[in-house]
C-alpha cells in the first residue's frame, strides 16, 4: 500500500475557502439555500462551510442540517459488514429551498442518489446541488458536483481518504494506492 498526501492542512483550508467563495457566489445571502452535510465527513465539512461563510464572508444565518443516509443506500442490505447508522439532524424544511449536499469524496455517485431520495422524503426542494471536497471519477450514476474543490482522478485500485480532526486528529486528503 502506498500513501500520497493531496492536500495538507494548509491546502485543506485553501480548499474549503474557495468553496466557500464559490457558494457566495451563486446564493449570496443563503436565505432561500439550505446546505446539508453527508454524514460523517460532510457533516464536519458543512461545519467548517458555515464557519468560513460567518467568519470571512459575514454571513451569519446560514441554514444548514446533516444527513444520515445509511437507510436509502442501494447495498444497505447486501453489505457483508453491519452499516451503523449516525444521527440525522435536520430539522429544517427544504419545500422551494435550494439545497446544498456537502461531501467528501464524489466517487460513484451512489451516495449522492441516497440523498436525494432522503431529501425527497423530508420535502420538494427547488433546486439540488452537490459540494465536493474532492471529485475521484468513476461515476456509476449520471451525477455531477456543482461546486468543487479539486478533481483527482484515480485508477480503481487507488482510494481517496479524507482526514479531519473530528475524526482523525488531523488534517489532509490522500491518496492510498493497493496493491492488486
Do not use: W
Request: glycine share 4%; proline share 3%; aromatic share 8%.
Amino acid at each position: 500500500m502506498k500513501k500520497k498526501i493531496i492536500l495538507n492542512d494548509n491546502q485543506l483550508d485553501t480548499t474549503l475557502d474557495r468553496l466557500a467563495c464559490q457558494l457566495t457566489e451563486n446564493h449570496e445571502d443563503f436565505k432561500e439555500t439550505i446546505l446539508v452535510g453527508l454524514q460523517p465527513r460532510g457533516k464536519s465539512l458543512c461545519e467548517k462551510l458555515v464557519n468560513i461563510l460567518r467568519d470571512k464572508y459575514n454571513i451569519n444565518s446560514v441554514n444548514h442540517g446533516f444527513l444520515d443516509i445509511t437507510f436509502f443506500r442501494d447495498d444497505f442490505r447486501r453489505n457483508k459488514d453491519i452499516l451503523l447508522p449516525n444521527k440525522t439532524d435536520f430539522k429544517l424544511l427544504v419545500e422551494n429551498k435550494k439545497v446544498v449536499f456537502i461531501d467528501d469524496v464524489l466517487y460513484t455517485g451512489r451516495t449522492i442518489r441516497a440523498a436525494m431520495e432522503e431529501i425527497f422524503s423530508l420535502g420538494r426542494p427547488n433546486k439540488i446541488q452537490l459540494g465536493v471536497l474532492i471529485d475521484r471519477g468513476h461515476r456509476q450514476l449520471p451525477i455531477k458536483a456543482d461546486y468543487v474543490g479539486k478533481n483527482y482522478p484515480t485508477s480503481i485500485n487507488e482510494h481517496i481518504h479524507v482526514y479531519l480532526n473530528e475524526f482523525d486528529n488531523k488534517e489532509s486528503v490522500e491518496l492510498v494506492e493497493y496493491d492488486e
